[in-house]
């Protein structure tokens, strides 16, 4: 972790270390066990804010070690496995014993453990936490290797179903550390659920199903580390032996986890622009309320293919098309509901969805090929009460080409 991330989350432990009273200093507190208190930065009424969260798992505080995440600092893999060494907690205890940080990465490895335990709350109150194997791992300054300038990755996080890890490669902007981002975690951690409820079953059904999953120029990707062997993926090379019918439902299925775990952050967090709160870049490309006027057809997919070298950016061409539908569908359908109510309901959508993509994708025949457009109406026919109004959004966005002559709004697809 560079030090703009250091100064901005320094800045929020030393505010919160002089708003609270009289604060002893812990360093070797291997001890400390069961439920903690801790305050670090929690998303709030749009805004992050220092809070005061209760952990209920801790085993070890100074190292971190308890049933909702396991922590590998500076990752390298041996004999095939991910190692690292682990962390070392600094804090400060206030008057009314709560854990107060007092050292960046202190701050954002607590920050870290803390949501993936309500992330864990969350998969259990959605009968989907055996679908993950508790507690989590996440690698912290994975030095991976940028093959395009030759440099060190640096503002990445990804999942990783090759070792089932979350790997956090340096923060180097002025924005908000991608290991405080409860929206960037929650995104992650909805890759796992898709790696393991869809990709895992459906094994070679699945396209490119060992590669890593993560944001933006991830797909870049070759190693990282001491030579970890993530395959090389499909998607960013023009590799003109690859079938294209393969290279296709790569992108588009890429396309389609990213906008599901993108709608899994907003889920998680209510902020529609998360992604944008730790990459200025993608501010407007990521923002779930921008309007969805179309979906992409298979035949502009297709044309990607052919004519584009670099097809590394496609699937975050079509995972804001995937969003941005089902969150508009979802807050029109219920409109009478609060914003917790309508996340709550698509939280549970999502997770009916999951199984009805896995048995669409295979039980395609070798002559067949899904679109944008089979995905969307599949996913909206899950919705069993879907009204006239439901169907007017959802037909408009849906293009001729695509549509197939037995098309019915809300009908089974």
């Known amino acids: 972790m560079r030090s703009v991330s250091k100064l901005f989350c320094l800045g929020l432990a030393l505010a919160a270390v ?14 400390v066990s069961g439920d903690v208190q801790v305050q670090v930065p929690t998303y709030s009424q749009g805004q992050y804010q220092m809070s005061v969260m209760s952990l209920t798992s801790i085993v070890d505080l100074t190292h ?5 995440a396991h922590f590998l600092i500076d990752p390298h893999v041996f004999k095939n496995q991910l190692r690292g060494r682990q962390p070392e907690i600094h804090y400060m205890r206030n008057s009314h014993g709560v854990i107060v940080p007092t050292d960046a990465d202190s701050l954002q490895l607590l920050t870290v453990y803390s949501q993936f335990e309500k992330l864990h709350q969350l998969d259990q109150s959605l009968n989907v936490a055996s679908a993950n194997k508790w507690p989590v791992t996440v690698a912290v300054n994975a030095l991976t290797k940028d093959t395009v300038t030759g440099g060190v990755q640096e503002d990445n996080a990804f999942y990783t179903g090759q070792f089932d890890a979350y790997l956090f490669a340096p923060y180097t902007q002025n924005q908000l550390p991608l290991m405080v981002n409860a929206g960037v975690l929650a995104h992650e951690h909805f890759h796992s659920l898709y790696q393991h409820l869809v990709i895992d079953p459906l094994g070679d059904k699945y396209p490119d199903a060992s590669k890593p999953t993560g944001h933006d120029d991830v797909a870049r ?4 580390g001491l030579a970890v062997g993530i395959d090389e993926d499909l998607t960013s090379d023009d590799n003109p032996s690859a079938d294209s019918r393969v290279k296709y439902h790569s992108l588009l299925l890429r396309g389609v986890n990213e906008g599901l775990a993108d709608v899994w952050g907003w889920i998680f967090t209510g902020d529609v622009s998360f992604v944008g709160r730790s990459l200025k ?11 969805v006027n179309w979906l992409d057809t298979k035949a502009q997919l297709m044309m990607d293919i052919s004519t584009k070298s670099d097809l590394s950016g496609v699937p975050y061409e079509i995972g804001p098309q995937v969003a941005r539908t089902m969150k508009t569908l979802m807050q029109k359908h219920y409109s009478t509901l609060s914003d917790v109510e309508v996340r709550r309901k698509m939280a549970e959508l999502v997770v009916k969805i999951l199984p009805v993509l896995r048995d669409k994708i295979g039980s395609l025949k070798s002559d067949e090929s899904l679109s944008l457009t089979d995905i969307i109406t599949t996913m909206t026919s899950q919705i069993s009460d879907l009204t006239s109004a439901d169907c007017q959004f959802i037909d408009q966005l849906i293009p001729s080409s695509d549509r197939s002559a037995s098309y019915k709004c809300g009908a089974a697809q």
């Open 221 to 224: 990707l070759k190693k990282f």
């Open 281 to 291: 870049s993608q501010e407007y490309n990521r923002n779930l309320d921008i309007p």
């Open 18 to 31: 002089f708003t609270t009273s009289a604060c002893s200093y812990h360093q070797k507190e291997d001890s």
């Open 64 to 68: 971190l070690k308890g049933a909702a």
